[in-house]
């Protein structure tokens, strides 16, 4: 959100006025909440059973929202702290697309229909969407880290980076001191060797840091998926799992289908008549979908 002051205070027991994001039913919350609680950025992402909250920079310095489901409403529910309008206006458009509030469904599910043996499992599981992440970049990066290691450790070296080369500010809700995401500038000036992972994903960071420094990638502009994929397949170390992951995730790519990933290829394997292909460009709810086979049958 630009450059802001990085000292300043509010009144934690200010109450927003909240706004209300609307989607179209059906909606799981549950599932999409969850795998924000499993894969949370350490101090600047706080998600439990009912809500999900996030630091930001604001206009104003530290700020933070949170956001809970309104099932009656339709609708999740957005609180900003220390923040202006035109703050709301940016963190509501984020939101929107994290929690893909503006899944079209009717297109989706007319593409599951091309593949009957995906459908039932697509009908199975009602109202499953793709969780975003905040930032494209902190995409790519914590899942560079998580490569080949537990979700609980990659979450232990993403810490790592931060308190490396993150810049270190007082949380806007609790008063501690916590570290921001480093900036790609900020790892490029920065020794890595703190943190617990492989030479070969230092240089992999180090490389997407310097696309980013260069232009070549912008994850808060529209992008060309293919280019993207090619992009990221250029840097060392990143394999055709990380670039269709972090497409999905981090750069809102509907078609992207991680089909190397060992819950999706368990699935494909229980159900070998289904071919992933008919329901393009929507493989991502493929994906989704699959994924929630898995997790349901273990």
Known sequence: MGSVAMNSRIHVD?????????????????????????????DLEAVNEVEYERVIQTSA????????????????????????????????????????????????????????????????????????????????????????????????LASELMQAAGTKVTHPKTGAAIRLFPTAKQLLKTDLSTVRTSESRRVAIRSLATLVVDGVLKWDQPVKHDELRKTLLSVPGIGPWTAEYVTMHGFHDDDAFPATDYGLKQELKRHPGINVSKVQPWRAY???TLWKSFAHSR
């Open 14 to 42: 200010a109450r927003p006025t909240p706004v209300y994001l609307p989607y179209v039913p059906p909606y799981d919350w549950e599932t999409l909440l969850a795998t924000f609680r499993t894969h949370q950025i350490p």
């Open 61 to 156: 310095g530290m700020g933070w929202f949170r956001v809970t489901h309104h099932a009656d409403r339709n609708s999740l529910r957005l609180q900003l702290w220390n923040a202006s309008e035109q703050d709301l206006g940016i963190v509501s458009v984020s939101v929107r697309r994290m929690f893909d509030l503006d899944a079209d469904l009717g297109a989706i599910g007319l593409a599951m229909k091309a593949e009957p043996s995906l459908f039932k499992l697509w009908k199975r599981y009602p109202g499953l969407r793709i969780p975003r992440s905040w930032s494209g970049f902190e995409s790519m990066l914590t899942t560079v880290l998580g490569q080949l290691v537990s979700v609980s450790f990659g979450r232990t």
């Open 286 to 288: 493929a994906a989704a």
